[in-house]
């Protein structure tokens, strides 16, 4: 009886052991909600452009529910209609939902009718879906002069760390750019359309939440850093 008792034991103590190293092991995916009080962590925003693509987008969607973690998307007009269901997905699982613009259009070369048809018709597209209409702006190619300034009716939102994932179709060359430039604060460009893209960003999630790094959409991540956002004005990451 007293060596059953002792293996019993032992097998007991070996159980829990192995299951405190797993849960220790796991990486860090808490996220503070959105108008929560500020916390002690490093964060950055992941955000992704020329989306939504429905076989890519919904890949990425799914690696970013399995780990807890925001991102901001910011979608092409013309690429919305068909992938409704996979926008309001990204509201519904706490994404950030941003214009760049019905055909990815240089917008500093256009007069205010055209910058109308390709940012408010986005707008107009987005507010059918979501039913509201306060989407933060990025103007594709990082595009911004006073006139664009002037008309986007909208904080305007560029990046910190630009990994070129569109140039070299590498994942483990952008995990390695990413990893190697990000800071608490910054603001990190991909495009959710390439697969390699959703590889790598998965990637450098897992990364960073070992390091203790916590993901937020862009509002949240200037309000962290006590930042107001402001219509208009040009925001390119959020170091201290």
């Given at each position: 009886?007293?060596?059953?008792?002792?293996?019993?034991?032992?097998?007991?103590?070996?159980?829990?052991?192995?299951?405190?190293?797993?849960?220790?092991?796991?990486?860090?995916?808490?996220?503070?909600?959105?108008?929560?009080?500020?916390?002690?962590?490093?964060?950055?925003?992941?955000?992704?452009?020329?989306?939504?693509?429905?076989?890519?987008?919904?890949?990425?969607?799914?690696?970013?529910?399995?780990?807890?973690?925001?991102?901001?998307?910011?979608?092409?007009?013309?690429?919305?209609?068909?992938?409704?269901?996979?926008?309001?997905?990204?509201?519904?699982?706490?994404?950030?939902?941003?214009?760049?613009s019905y055909e990815h259009r240089?917008?500093?070369?256009?007069?205010?009718?055209?910058?109308?048809?390709?940012?408010?018709?986005?707008?107009?597209?987005?507010?059918?879906?979501?039913?509201?209409?306060?989407?933060?702006?990025?103007?594709?190619?990082?595009?911004?002069?006073?006139?664009?300034?002037?008309?986007?009716?909208?904080?305007?939102?560029?990046?910190?760390?630009?990994?070129?994932?569109?140039?070299?179709?590498?994942?483990?060359?952008?995990?390695?750019?990413?990893?190697?430039?990000?800071?608490?604060?910054?603001?990190?460009?991909?495009?959710?359309?390439?697969?390699?893209?959703?590889?790598?960003?998965?990637?450098?999630?897992?990364?960073?939440?070992?390091?203790?790094?916590?993901?937020?959409?862009?509002?949240?991540?200037?309000?962290?850093?006590?930042?107001?956002?402001?219509?208009?004005?040009?925001?390119?990451?959020?170091?201290?």
């Amino acid at each position: 009886m007293g060596r059953f008792w002792l293996r019993k034991r032992g097998f007991w103590a070996l159980f829990l052991l192995f299951c405190g190293l797993f849960a220790f092991s796991r990486p860090q995916a808490a996220v503070p909600a959105e108008g929560e009080a500020l916390i002690e962590a490093p964060l950055v925003a992941l955000t992704f452009d020329d989306g939504p693509r429905r076989s890519t987008t919904a890949d990425l969607l799914d690696g970013l529910q399995e780990r807890g973690v925001p991102a901001t998307f910011f979608l092409i007009g013309e690429q919305i209609e068909g992938t409704e269901d996979l926008i309001k997905r990204m509201e519904e699982e706490g994404h950030q939902i941003g214009i760049h613009s019905y055909e990815h259009r240089w917008l500093t070369a256009l007069s205010a009718a055209d910058f109308a048809r390709q940012v408010d018709r986005e707008r107009q597209l987005l507010y059918e879906i979501l039913g509201r209409e306060d989407f933060l702006l990025r103007p594709p190619y990082g595009g911004v002069d006073a006139a664009v300034e002037k008309r986007a009716n909208t904080p305007i939102v560029l990046w910190s760390v630009d990994p070129e994932d569109w140039k070299e179709l590498d994942a483990d060359r952008v995990t390695q750019r990413i990893l190697e430039n990000v800071e608490d604060g910054d603001v990190i460009l991909l495009h959710d359309i390439y697969p390699t893209s959703v590889e790598a960003a998965l990637r450098v999630v897992d990364t960073l939440h070992e390091k203790g790094f916590l993901f937020v959409t862009v509002s949240e991540l200037a309000r962290q850093k006590g930042i107001e956002l402001e219509n208009g004005k040009v925001y390119r990451g959020f170091r201290g």
